[in-house]
């Protein structure tokens, strides 16, 4: 599985986690409703555990995923400052 997967599933799953909706994150990240499902599911299986508790209404974290979204958080907001300071490095050079 290439990191490229692993950072999407942390993104799919915060989006998830502050919307409270699988529709609501498809929408925010411009992809389908099942692509998130997907991605959220395999993340729990490679995980071994729940990160969110779906009901008909709604979706809400579990224990690990209130947990683990304060992780993923951290490691999405250094790769946007990775990102972006690479990206000033290369308008620098230019």
């Known amino acids: 599985m290439a990191k490229s997967d692993?950072?999407?599933?942390?993104?799919?799953?915060?989006?998830?986690f502050e919307t409270g909706s699988f529709t609501l994150a498809a929408e925010r990240l411009g992809?389908?409703?099942s692509i998130v499902s997907r991605?959220?599911?395999?993340?729990?299986?490679?995980?071994?555990?729940?990160?969110?508790?779906?009901?008909?209404r709604k979706v809400a974290p579990s224990k690990a995923?209130?947990?683990f979204y304060m992780r993923c958080r951290k490691i999405l907001a250094l790769a946007d400052q990775a990102f972006a300071e690479m990206s000033r490095m290369k308008t620098a050079l230019q």
């Open 6 to 16: 692993n950072l999407n599933r942390l993104a799919y799953f915060v989006a998830v």
């Open 31 to 33: 992809v389908g409703k």
């Open 39 to 56: 991605q959220i599911t395999q993340l729990e299986r490679e995980l071994g555990v729940f990160l969110l508790v779906r009901t008909t």
């Open 65 to 67: 995923g209130q947990v």
